[in-house]
């Protein structure tokens, strides 16, 4: 109980030393003006992320033995992704998704459904990044991005090629993790499978910072399209910084620190930070009411084929 006291007690410090350190009442009249067609389009797109999401898991957990219905992963999917952002650590409903899973595929085989469909969607994420920090800096009249960031970009990139590289070698000799490569290998990356985990990786991705695209339209706040897929995922990368509530803070922090490279002033990156928060945990509250609404409802009631 203490730890999550001082996690929520650091998110809301957080926001507030950002509020005295920006111009509070600029960003009060941007909250005070959000364009709903634009939220609109954001709360959209994040119920087109979380399907896709849910999709993925499924997809997942198939490969390793676990068949779920579609209408089940979207619950779980939306039940796991509102707890993230309503509780300390933002970790704790994916944690309980394994856990549920385990009930019925067992606790290993539900715990790596879990985590190599969240593996996925983050290395589609740092996919997504390095490519377009990359071609921000090759094409003329793209992002200016700062040399500790072009750095940040090479060390991301060079990492990822030498984990690749190692991992074999280490799982040689540890049973455990051979065993969890395997099972990686035949659930995300197997060629009966890769393109299908691409696809819907993807288009988390591009759903995601759309969303907060869109976020930061209904702010007033315009972003170019190589600020969107360059410095938007490093803005989402803050939310899985797990000392705080739903990444709130962090996100913020990072969009004040990142946007004013594609000329955003800090109060418009905060405001947008903070709609698209907002607005992300509307999408995962309803639809988890309206999954389980819709599941709770007689199958005579249901469309032809149903919500499964």
Known sequence: MTRRLLRAALALGLLALLWQALD???????????????LGVALGLLFVQTLLSALRWRLTAGRLGQAMTRGHALREYFLAQSVNLTLPGGVLGDAARALRAGATAGLERGSQAVLFERLAGQAALVGVALLAGGLSVAVPGGLALPAPLAVAFAVLAGGLVAAAAVLPR???????LARWLAALRWSVLHRDVALRQAALSLGTVAANVLSFAAAAAATGLVLPAGAVFALLPLVLFAMLIPFGIGGWGFREGAAVALLPMAGASAEAAFTASAAFGLVFLTASLSGLALSWRLARLPRSDLPARGAE
């Open 24 to 38: 509070g009442a600029e960003v009060a009249a941007r909250l005070a003006r959000l364009d709903p067609v634009w």
């Open 170 to 176: 280490v799982a040689a000799r540890r049973p455990v």
